[in-house]
Every structure is written in structure tokens, then in C-alpha cells.
């Protein structure tokens, strides 16, 4: 079965400031897809940036990029020109790619990025 | 476009009580995720239906949680009878009907929070 880990339970950054949280993931697949989502305390779950595992350059949203590294398992976030807005709980999630059919997610524990003013 | 919608957003039972969980998914959406988000950890897949039909319920608690998907549109999350360690957010997720091999997104509600005293 796949897992995924978030060894941060907390983070902070200063605002304007730049942050990277981390995760790994364990799976004996060769394609699959991993996401990061934040999730702000109204609770609904928003995709933040979203990797193909068959591509080798890294994804980027604006300020929002990721560190995709196969051979390691790791799929960091890195936050660019942090804002107030980007306060909230960030989860690390993987998914297979079905021939045919959509499939869960799997998630993370989470880590909690606070934005110090 | 309309987003997921979740009823009610907040629910207290006490033990042994039974509760339902309401969720519209986006119009369109064929697949639709029921997730389970105990505090602290990320969400956990509980249920999937693919229009009126089951995908997957292996991680469904099947003596005590119950869903429906009638119509293959709204579906309904019950519990009967609740337990202490069922508090948790209830989180509800459709996506668009998989055709390839590249999953669509999905998109979350807000959830439903419950408590169980």
C-alpha cells in the first residue's frame, strides 16, 4: 500500500519570506501523480500544485513550486513570497493512475504553516 | 459553477446516536469520494462511487457506516451507531468521470464536522 509522510507538523516563515515543507512517499508503482492541497480553517481542501511522476521538470503554480525527486521518494513544497493568505494546513497527497476509472487520494498528516507578520 | 455542498456543516451527538451526512456534488461529476479527516491526521478515503455504483468501501466501516448514491447524484453518509472515535470532518469530493490515464481533479466540499460525546 502507498503512504506518504510529512515529518513537519509546524512550520513558520516571515512574511515575504520563503519556506519549503517536506514529504515523502513510499509506493512500488513507477507512474502515479502526487499533489499538494492547503486546507485554511473554513476546511475545504484547495489544490495548490499538482506533479506527473513520467515528468522530470518540476511543477510550478506563481509562487508555488515543488522539488519532485523519483529515485528519493520526495516531493517537497516550496512557498515563494510568503503571504498571511498562505496560513493554513498543507497535505502532501498521492494518487495512481488507473488505465480506466478514477482513484483516492492518499494523504499525508498534514503540516501546519503559520505566517508571522 | 457550483461547488461540492456538504450538510449540515456541524453535528453533535452523543454515543450511540445515529447521524447522516448530506452531499451535492458538482453537476457533471460522475465519481464521488467520501472522505473521513480525524484531527490531526489527513483525510482518509471511506468511500467511492462511480455514478450509482461502488468503487471502493474496503476501508468502509461497514457494521456501523451505511452510503447511498441514489440516481447517481447526491449521496448520503450515515452512521448508526456512532462512536467516540467517529468524531472526525467528513469531507465529500467529486470529480469528472476518468476516460485516459490522467486522473481529473477532484473537488471538495466543506465538510462536516462531527462531534460525538
Known amino acids: 500500500a502507498q503512504t506518504v509522510t510529512q515529518s513537519q507538523p509546524e512550520m513558520s516563515v516571515q512574511e515575504a519570506e520563503t519556506v519549503t515543507l517536506s514529504c515523502t512517499y513510499d509506493?512500488?508503482?513507477?507512474?502515479?501523480?502526487l499533489f499538494w492541497y492547503k486546507q485554511p480553517p473554513s476546511r475545504q481542501m484547495i489544490l495548490v500544485i499538482r506533479?506527473?511522476?513520467?515528468?522530470?521538470q518540476n511543477a510550478t503554480e506563481n509562487r508555488f513550486s515543488v522539488n519532485f525527486q523519483k529515485a528519493a521518494k520526495s516531493f517537497s513544497l516550496k512557498i515563494s513570497d510568503s503571504q498571511l493568505g498562505d496560513a493554513a494546513m498543507y497535505f502532501c497527497a498521492y494518487r495512481t493512475p488507473l488505465n480506466s476509472g478514477n482513484t483516492p487520494l492518499v494523504f499525508g498528516k498534514g503540516t501546519r504553516l503559520s505566517v508571522i507578520a | 459553477e457550483a461547488g461540492v455542498a456538504q450538510s449540515p456543516r456541524y453535528k453533535i451527538i452523543e454515543k450511540r446516536q445515529s447521524v447522516a451526512f448530506w452531499c451535492n456534488p458538482i453537476s457533471g461529476h460522475a465519481t464521488l469520494y467520501w472522505y473521513q479527516q480525524i484531527l490531526g491526521q489527513g483525510p482518509k478515503l471511506l468511500i467511492q462511487f462511480q455514478n450509482n455504483g461502488v468503487v471502493d468501501d474496503s476501508q468502509l466501516p461497514k457494521d456501523r457506516f451505511s452510503a447511498e448514491r441514489l440516481k447517481g447524484v447526491d449521496s448520503t453518509l450515515k452512521i448508526q451507531p456512532a462512536k467516540l472515535e467517529d468524531s472526525a470532518v467528513y469531507l465529500c469530493?467529486?470529480?469528472?468521470?476518468?476516460?485516459?490515464?490522467?486522473?481529473?481533479?477532484?473537488?471538495f466540499g466543506p465538510g462536516t464536522r462531527l462531534t460525538v460525546t
Open positions: 506533479q506527473e511522476a513520467y515528468k522530470q
Open positions: 509506493t512500488s508503482e513507477s507512474d502515479y501523480y
Open positions: 469530493a467529486s470529480s469528472l468521470d476518468q476516460t485516459g490515464t490522467v486522473p481529473y481533479e477532484q473537488y
